[in-house]
């Protein structure tokens, strides 16, 4: 097998990208610390075609180095709003009809594998910090929350790992 070149994936350039129709998902990050992580999630945000990521408390925003480095442009091609606290992000995306689905461990969660959404759902991903997860009032607000799978002896993933499963299970199911 030949590996296929730049040319081959026939991306479109940003221009193109911002005025293409997006999936109806957003993600909300919770306080995420690490810039390297908010630049992970931005380039998988731009992967599976997210409408615009909320940036929420302490997550920094572009323009940024430390986000550039890891998200290597997805920062200008996907869409995003920064909210003081992520309660008020949770509060415009409800006005807005989306579901609100917190990625987290709880007791009631719903195992990834057997996601699934209602038909025509708008779907608003929230990812939690490193250190504490979703803050207990965001998931208090939740209409599901998702816990994935582990059978090792970590408690969890890193928050970009996560958020790229989960989001690949969400354009896999919307799409």
Not at 22 to 33: A, C, F, G, S
Not at 42 to 67: M, N, Q, W, Y
Not at 108 to 128: F, N, Q, R, W
């Amino acid at each position: 097998m030949e590996k296929k070149t730049i040319w081959d994936l026939q991306r479109p350039d940003v221009a193109t990208f911002r005025a293409t129709g997006k999936l109806p998902i957003v993600v909300v990050l919770d306080n995420i610390r690490s810039l390297n992580n908010i630049g992970s999630i931005f380039r998988t945000a731009d992967a599976f075609r997210v409408d615009h990521l909320c940036l929420c408390g302490i997550s920094a925003t572009p323009p940024s180095p430390e986000i550039h480095k890891t998200a290597l442009g997805a920062e200008e091609s996907v869409a995003w709003r920064y909210f003081p606290t992520t309660i008020e992000a949770i509060k415009a995306l409800r006005s807005e009809d989306y579901m609100i689905v917190v990625l987290e461990q709880v007791k009631g969660s719903v195992d990834l594998t057997e996601l699934s959404y209602p038909a025509g759902a708008k779907v608003a991903i929230v990812a939690g910090n490193e250190v504490e997860g979703v803050d207990q009032r965001v998931v208090d607000m939740a209409d599901l929350c998702v816990e994935i799978p582990q059978e090792g002896t970590k408690h969890s993933l890193n928050v970009s790992v996560s958020t790229g499963l989960l989001l690949w299970e969400t354009y896999r199911l919307l799409r």
